[in-house]
């Protein structure tokens, strides 16, 4: 007729077996995750060029614009490259000159760079440009930042 299946008194799973055979993991575990949780929302909300905007020696400006001021200033500025020397070497701007902002010279460099021209700045995706922008700024540079980075400049009509 019928029989009487044995059930067994604990863990439903494997999984539950590991997790109660090891306390400690899901702990530190959890820690991971939180401090995961608030480094993004720290990160999130502290954007450097904040504090830049209307300081009067930063903008931050759309890849079409930063093109026709490029050409327009023509040997008043010197273009900076901040990414790695890989991400350089693959494709960058014409006439960047490359500062890898993960350096620990780069502070450095930038204080090398002539102070009597325009500083126009870029990485990948701008997220460590601006980051690069506030310490040129700091140190006296004035700043145009490309939005978006080197992946909004190639997306634009008639990139080369």
Request: hydrophobic residues 40%.
């Amino acid at each position: 007729m019928f029989q009487l299946q044995q059930f067994r008194v604990g863990p439903d799973s494997y999984r539950e077996e590991f997790l109660l055979n090891n306390p400690g993991l899901t702990f530190d575990f959890m820690k991971l995750i939180l401090t995961l949780f608030v480094l993004a929302i720290v990160l999130n909300g502290c954007n450097p060029t904040k504090s830049l905007e209307g300081s009067g020696n930063y903008e931050l400006l759309e890849p079409e614009t930063f093109a026709k001021l490029l050409e327009v200033k023509g040997d008043s500025v010197q273009v900076v490259d901040i990414r790695t020397p890989l991400e350089y070497k693959r494709n960058h701007i014409e006439g960047a000159i490359n500062i890898n902002i993960i350096s620990q010279n780069f502070k450095r460099k930038v204080s090398e760079l002539n102070h009597s021209k325009i500083i126009f700045v870029y990485c990948q995706t701008a997220h460590r440009s601006g980051y690069a922008a506030k310490i040129m700024v700091d140190k006296g540079f004035e700043v145009y930042e490309l939005k978006g980075g080197y992946s909004a400049w190639k997306e634009q009509p008639g990139f080369q």
